[in-house]
């Protein structure tokens, strides 16, 4: 007789930590960091930890409810004139919004199934590099893509090359990546670093 334990499968997802970011000239705005920590067979990685900002959060709605058009997505918190990111209120209303946009979202398997969640999710790829990367556009696959970006914090896909002569570009500007995670063995604590975001302008 063999008995299969069937665990509760969980995904856990915490929007957390709003940090302001500079662009150039006088742009600032804010970026979440997004963790998942779950057993789900659905997921490339069982724990992430990547960075994003409300523009991408806009960006992953309308390319979900393109290709689920007969679900009802969730709403964003809305993007209100009078935002305001030095006001903490305001900052955490709208990190709550996307915590639960994302919470309700995890919950639908059709969205799931989407490969670009799991690029928003567990890779720092921009939205125009997921699209490619989701089109069969580029040499690495999804999984590949989330697996380069867990495995020691190494830039995806060309940069690997030039880690190897100087480990000192964690913190420069890349256009298809930004770092996120340190050197990460699927631990739950993961900490995520603010990451130079230039995949917009």
Request: negative net charge.
């Amino acid at each position: 007789l063999v008995f299969i334990m069937h665990l509760q499968e969980f995904v856990t997802v915490l929007v957390r930590d709003p940090r302001i970011q500079k662009e150039e000239s006088w742009h600032s705005y804010i970026d979440y960091e997004i963790f998942i920590h779950t057993n789900s067979m659905c997921f490339t990685r069982k724990t992430s930890c990547v960075r994003r900002r409300y523009r991408e959060f806009v960006w992953l709605r309308q390319r979900l409810q393109s290709n689920a058009v007969l679900i009802q997505l969730p709403e964003l918190p809305s993007k209100t004139p009078f935002f305001n990111m030095n006001n903490p209120n305001h900052v955490d209303h709208r990190r709550q919004g996307l915590q639960e946009f994302l919470e309700k979202i995890l919950q639908d398997a059709l969205l799931l199934s989407d490969s670009r969640l799991h690029l928003f999710l567990q890779t720092q790829l921009s939205p125009e590099d997921m699209e490619a990367c989701v089109s069969g556009q580029t040499k690495y696959s999804v999984a590949d893509a989330i697996h380069s970006f867990a495995s020691l914090n190494r830039r995806f896909p060309i940069e690997d090359e030039e880690r190897k002569k100087g480990k000192n570009d964690a913190d420069s500007d890349s256009e298809s990546s930004s770092s996120g995670l340190g050197p990460s063995d699927d631990s739950i604590s993961c900490g995520c670093k603010a990451s130079p975001a230039s995949e917009e302008s």
